[in-house]
């Protein structure tokens, strides 16, 4: 019997293969800036950290077969009413925190609720999902926050230190949290192989008797936590609460995803993959920097790999179909 590697297999060869052969490009190339120094690395992950953590949660809707556009908005959202809460209001940081993420947990809920029980598209229900987020947070502040909170300042400056020049930040090791424990669900629990197989095909999963209606909540209110943990996380990293924060972020997510090797139509794909695939973004983001190109550029680079992505997708569901029959 020849071994075939699965499609899961070898999109999870493939991001990593990219990221390796980008990291090993911008480490040649720009050496003696210090690319490949420790530090860098770290960087890459405290630096996109709230798009790393925003980006698991999405990874359990797109491997479920949905999609989830309010995730930047619900960054904003959250992230100003913990700042407007904390320095208008006197909260203690531990309510302010518990209370956004019940926010944002409960505004996934609801989503997944109205997508599942009136069958409607997620598409849709969640573009909603993002205008109305996006304006409740304007309704609670046009003006950026600062957040001076010593507490929540203290807590966002804490550092693990490796060395004397070397350190890893509050937000990296929450991002490592985060990334472990959806790497957890995803692989050995009972919810991430439902939701793999509502994916792979929902009405398969219906006749198996798995409870599909509430595993399509379920991945729904895992994401609303995980962006409104990033509006947190966002905080911690600008010191601010901003409603226009986090513009567009959903499309970085969804990016990050897809070039972690996860099937938009769902079923296959990992939450290793999506940390690959923020790793490549901000490797790309990073070459554009040093290149002294503008933001566009990173935008174009980013296009181009998705197209190529999105097509060996295409081609390897192709290749599967053919094998099946």
Known sequence: MTWRPSANLVTMAVTILVCVLLYALAGWRYHHLGFLTLQVFLDFFSENAYLGIAAVGLTFVILSGGIDL??????????????????QHGWHPLLAVALVLLIGTLFGA????????FQLAPFFVTLAGMFFARGVALLVSTESIGVENELFVWVSDLAIPLG???????????????????????????????????????????????PVART???????????????????????????????E??????????????????????????????????????????????????????????????????????RLGAVRAA
Not at 110 to 117: A, L, P
Not at 179 to 200: E, N
Not at 220 to 244: E, P
């Open 70 to 87: 309010s995730v930047g908005a619900v960054v904003g959202l959250t992230g100003i009413i913990l700042a407007k809460l904390m320095e």
């Open 248 to 317: 567009g972020m959903e499309l970085d997510a969804i990016a990050a995803v897809v070039l972690g090797g996860t099937l938009l139509s769902g079923g296959i794909g990992s939450v290793l993959g999506t940390i690959v695939g923020v790793l490549i973004l901000a490797i790309i983001g990073q070459i554009v920097t040093l290149e002294n190109l503008t933001s566009w550029w990173t935008r174009i680079a980013i296009g181009v790999l998705l197209l190529a992505f999105i097509v060996m997708q295409k081609l390897l569901t």
């Open 216 to 246: 399509k909540i379920l991945v729904y209110v895992f994401s609303g936590f995980c962006s409104a943990l990033a509006g947190v996380i966002w905080s911690m990293q600008y010191w601010s609460g901003k409603a226009t924060a986090a």
């Open 110 to 117: 609801f989503q997944g609720f109205m997508i599942q029980q």
């Open 164 to 210: 004397a020049d070397h350190g890893i930040r509050f937000v990296t090791i929450a991002f490592v949290v985060v990334a472990a424990a959806g790497i957890y669900l995803a692989r050995w629990t009972r919810f991430g192989r439902f939701t793999y197989a509502i994916g792979g095909n929902e009405q398969s999963a219906i006749l198996m008797g798995l």
